[in-house]
């Protein structure tokens, strides 16, 4: 028994392929193999290994690598006369998975649906063309020109087509034609082959501070980030903080076309936010920290009561724009302290004030519109848990790729159920330290109602009572909201919704197509609870999903204007490959209700975005595209 | 004498041809090759017999020349055994060539297992024929082992093999080796280093005998507890040792028939060795004195022994050191004397409009000139030693270019150090493998691993085609600018790609003149493009194994190449099989290079060795040990006196030529050494590495040294730890491998990589 384990022991000191696996392989070709056999087996097995692994790292050290490759070990394995071992080419490291009860070790294979490969038009283009560059790197053996051991910061040096791309970009963005810069916008967003401008075209937005005079310059440049970041093939990765660092400009500082009344910078500033967001829910999980930066920011802005009351409006759209919860934790407690400021401008009813005051209550009716859906959401919030226990099973069968849809509006995803799981609402809940409102405890809804109201008196209430459609918001009536929280949780269930891009439409209002402060806007109200309505109800939808697209398009295709599904999310997302890794089949994406036909328009387009994965730049040497067929 | 080297070679090169057009070469097929010369040689086991038992062919040095008479009748019956395949194939033709070729008498197929003295009567007139042919039409193996080397002529496994058969008792190889530890270890300080050598091939020949008689378990436990006892630099090979438990595996392994085949050659002073001798006498131990007897070569010297340091600089191959007298044999290593070039008119006038220039650069060129051609370097070869191709008008002005570029070279020191420019290789996703510039530095090639060669200009001139055939026609061939006309103008780009290999493309050579471009692939081939018309114009096979390595000859015309079947090969690009095939190392030969005097070609090897080997006869002319790892790096100095080599070790070593000697060390990279180039004027060594730095050693300095008569003679060499010192500067790339290096004829240094990001 002692000799047996010793030689066991031996066995395995000198070999990695252990007769259990011999015989496993064998018995899976059909094969009964005995101890002997196996353990004589496994020991050749071994040493062909090790001969061959010896044999091919002589291919590296002539390739001048320090890495051995899947294809060295073919190499060695062919000049062997055995047969080369295929599908692992991808250079990309292959993730190992256990099985726990099998002790069970595989390569992930995941079926590779050939159609869809080879019908899919967005697979990358070859990169760039492979080119000598020369510097000279030290003058005279000693002064170098450039600091040592850095990487150049642009590699891919701009072939001739590309150059002209640029130009001609951006020329017609900034041009005078407007027709033409819609053409470059557009193109702009879908075009696949442009990663290598990305730096060029983030270095033409970072110009922001240089036309600050001109709205309409600025306003040319926040669309361009719009299409950059609505281009799904750019990989945006840690030039998201340049364009953010852009888009706050535009919100928060006095610019200088604002001492002009008549200019309106006000609808700049709301689009800007409303950018701010969108890159920060699409694109905030590329760089850490975004959002507490992009908070700490503008909390610095509220509180500095030096700044233009335009500064604060902006940081008051901006923390609108990033949802209630940042409301709740910057906002709220920044206001019986700026609450003060601001009256004092209201209440001057002298001549020379007339303009500041004028903007005093454009302030006044951005917070007005923010603490409202701060206590609407706050309000859904607290009816979830009671809604929890109906949702519960729901929740398990869907596991931990489909998260729910619900809260709309720009909130972060319901904590409840999804926190845990979301990197991004994660940034709430786990502040860096040292953050302010680390130490932030939640006002419970009562209070912050009756604080709230203080400040507000009536007109924060009659915001409660006048909503359109069906749901009456008390600020308290969990019952309802409850109640009417039933059907979209219902409609969750479909197993494949993945996490949803944030609904926008609550912000209608204060886009730049419209005319208008948000606040002098009588709609703000109704549009928001249209929006709820909307995720109550399926019926009631479609009006603001229209309306939504046509203010931001989210998702590079809608759904049908005509047919009842709503709930058809998209799917060429940046969330989508972010967790799960791998396509899952759209089909399922769609609508909750099967019986529904989908029209054949949407599925062609749908086709393009198959072949994606979660980051293209990053993933496209994937394995999936080794099998690229050419067409 | 020379006549069965020749012949053998030749009816080598036959018997692959007849594989070759038999169809599909079997491996049973071949083995009847193999066996009919063993077989054969039964008659003629006297002469074997001479020598050593165990020296079977390919061991060491040439043993052909010193052995003359047991080779040429070896020879002799290896090519009667061709002959006697051939016919049986019925390949008349063939034989009828061989015959003829190698001066047999037409009978001498039939009187095949008689005497074979009287064949060999042959010898002397065939001997005066090949002597006067061309270099060309003479082909040599190096070493006058014909049938070792290639892997198709591998030995037979089994007669290598059985030597191990003898035995005695397994359980007490433990004591034997244990016991000769002991000793070592208690013998005086001054003998211990030197004794302590033995400890290695003892250990691998122990344990393989262990293994070859089915001890598995014993041959494990005696791995296992002397392991650790051997030198650090053997890592490597014991790697290969320890996987290797079982007698089947024996076979077909190549480091261990390397081990076997090949005596392990120690130095060691002769107290040190009589205290050896009388030890294991003294225990009847003769166990450890067989092994000593058959399967090491210990090379005695007089006069005091060796220190640990001496002997350390010295080891780390495969098979131990060089023998002293592998070393001995007369290189020459000086340069060839320039040609004489008359300069023409126009360059006067060029002159003449380079008014500050005029007065003085005459002279100095005028200098130039007459000191090299006054001058007859007594350690030159003579002009006409091999036979060079003649220079042609393009050549003649490339000349003067250069010498005119040569003035206004910058002259590098300590405290001048060059500038360095750097060519990134970008997007090189498909991995770049080799890269070469033009000696004018105006063309870059880069070979990658997806196979394709690929070719920048890097002046603003761009790369073109020549003409169709058709357009061709119709050009003016009267007109001046004919060599512009034929040019087509649509094709010009900054860089053309060469499609033809299967395979990685691990070496590339510019041809001097610029109009050929070299190639080697794993695929087995070499090829050599037109730069012309950017197409291939020959793929020369031979080697059927990755070619590591190949590079033009400094003066055109001829190339060499290496690779996995450890044979360097020497061609000619008008000729499509080997001129010179140089077989010797015991592993791959993993790279080449080309003497400035074109006499000489060098070899490294992962045997960890370098050799020299003769053009002219195919001889091993120098073995240097010394690396500790396989060496991808060599460079002669510019005056061919000395050598540069860089190794996966890190270390660059120096050697002297003519002395045979190593001459120092550069130790400071972290990486394998790719790139190894001297300046114009052999006053800095530049090494690029693996580690991403280029380093600049004072060359001038490290080889200011004496050689006295005394180290000369004995091969005794102290090397000082200096490296600190001739260390000009270490330079970073931005995150790239160096793994080419050059010189501009001006002294910039130009060094190239692949950014990997």
Known sequence: MHTSLMADREERRFAEVSRESIKLMAESAGVELGDDVAGLLAEDVCYRLREATQSSSQFMRHAKRRKLTVEDFNRALRWSNVEAICGYGAQDALPFRSVKDGELYFVEDREINLVELALATNIPKGCAETMVRVNVSYLDGKGNLEPQGTVPSAVQSLSDDLLKYYQQITRAILGEDPHLMKVALLDLQSNSKIAALLPYFVYVISGVKSVSHDLEQLNRLLHMVKSLVQNPYLYLGSYVRSLVSSVMYCILEPLAASINPLNDHWTLRDYAALLLSHIFWTHGDLVSGLYHQILLSLQKVLSDPVRPLCSHYGAVVGLHALGWKAVERVLFPHLPAYWANLQAVLDDYSVSNAQVKADGHKV??????????????????????????????????????????????????????????????????????????????????????????????????????????????????????????????????????????????????ISPRQDGSPRMDPSVARASSVQRSRSSSSRSGQRSTGLSRDVFPKARFTPPQTGPPVFSFLIGGRQMGRRCQGRRPFQTTFAPSASLPIPPRAYTHKLPVIGRVGKPVRRWTCSHYSLHLPL | ?????????????????????????????????????????????????????????????SPGVNKPAAGAAEDQ??????????????????????????????????????????????????????????????????????????????????????????????????????????????????????????FYPLFVHMYLELVYNNHENKAKAFFEKFSGDQECYYQDDLRVLCSLTKKEHMRGNETLLDFRTSKFVLRISRDSYQLLKRHLQERQNNQIWNIIQEHLYIDIFDGMPRSKGQIDAMSGSLAGEAKREANKAKVYYGLLKEPEIELPLDDE????????????????????????????????????????????????????????????????????????????????????????????????????????????????????????????????????????????????????????????????SFSPDRNYLLSSSEDGTIRLWSLQTFTCLVGYKGHNYPVWDTQFSPHGYYFVSGGHDRVARLWATDHYQPLRMFSGHLADITCTRFHPNSNYVVTGSSDRTIRLWDVLNGNCVRIFTGHKGPIHALAFSPNGKFLASGATDGRVLLWDIGHGLMVGELKGHTDTIYSLRFSRDSEILASGSMDNTVRLWDATKAFDLETDDFTAATGHIHLQDNSQELLLGSYMTKSTPVIHLHFTRRNLLLAAGGYNP
């Open chain 2, 1 to 61: 004498i020379r006549l069965p080297v020749f012949s053998s070679a030749h009816a080598h090169f036959i018997c692959k041809m007849a594989a070759v057009q038999g169809g599909l070469v079997d491996a049973v097929e071949e083995k009847t090759i193999k066996s009919e010369p063993v077989a054969d040689a039964t008659a003629n086991n006297s002469a074997n017999d001479a020598r050593a038992p165990s020296s079977s062919p390919g061991s060491g040095v």
């Open chain 1, 364 to 509: 006044y009716g951005a917070i007005l519109v923010a603490v409202e859906r701060l206590l609407k959401m706050k309000a859904l919030s607290l009816s979830q848990p009671v809604e929890g226990g109906s949702s519960a099973q729901v929740g398990s069968t869907m596991g931990s790729t489909g998260y729910r849809v619900s809260s709309p509006g720009l909130s972060p995803p319901p904590e409840p159920l999804t926190e845990a799981a979301l990197g991004i609402a994660s940034h709430l809940q786990a502040g860096g330290s040292g953050c302010p409102w680390e130490e932030w405890t939640p006002v419970p809804l009562p209070a912050m109602y009756s604080e709230l109201y203080s400040f507000f008196g009536d007109s924060l209430a009659v915001r409660f009572s006048t909503g359109p459609g069906k749901g009456n918001y008390a600020p308290c009536n969990p019952s309802q909201v409850s109640n009417s929280r039933k059907e979209p949780s219902g409609a969750t269930s479909n197993p494949d919704t993945t996490r949803k891009m944030p609904q926008l439409t609550a912000n209608l209002n």
């Open chain 2, 77 to 198: 019956q290896t090519l009667l055994a061709v002959l006697q395949f051939l016919r049986k194939n019925n390949l008349s033709e063939s034989v009828e060539i061989l015959r003829r070729e190698a001066g047999l008498p037409e009978d001498s197929l039939d009187q095949k297992g008689g005497d074979s003295t009287g064949t060999g009567l042959g010898g002397p007139e065939a001997d005066g024929r090949t002597d006067a042919g061309s270099l060309l039409s003479r082909v040599t193996v190096s070493s006058s082992a014909p049938s070792k080397a290639v892997a198709e002529d591998q030995p037979d496994v089994n007669v290598v093999l059985s030597a191990y058969s003898q035995q005695g008792d397994p359980a007490l190889y433990e004591v034997y080796y244990s016991g000769l530890k002991k000793f070592i270890e208690t013998v005086l300080d001054c003998h211990r280093a030197e004794l302590s050598q033995v």
């Open chain 2, 349 to 508: 006038d060029e002159e003449a409009e380079n008014e500050e220039g005029k007065p003085k650069k005459k002279k100095p060129k005028k200098d130039n000139m007459g000191s090299k051609s006054k001058k007859q370097d007594p350690n030159a070869p003579s002009q006409t030693r091999i036979p060079l191709p003649e220079l042609k008008d393009s050549d003649k002005l490339d000349k003067i270019m250069n010498m005119k570029e040569a003035t206004k070279r910058i002259r590098l020191g300590p405290d001048n150090l060059p500038s360095i420019c750097f060519y990134s290789f970008l997007n090189a996703y498909q991995g770049l493998t080799a890269v070469d510039l033009t000696d004018d530095s105006s063309l870059i090639a880069g070979g990658f691993a997806d196979s394709t060669v690929r070719v920048w200009s890097v002046t603003p001139k761009k790369l073109r085609k020549v003409k169709s055939a058709a357009d061709l026609n119709m050009i003016d061939k009267e007109s001046d600018d004919v060599l512009e006309r034929i040019m087509d103008e649509k094709t010009a780009s900054e860089s053309k790609i060469l499609y033809g290999h299967s395979g990685p493309v691990y070496g590339i």
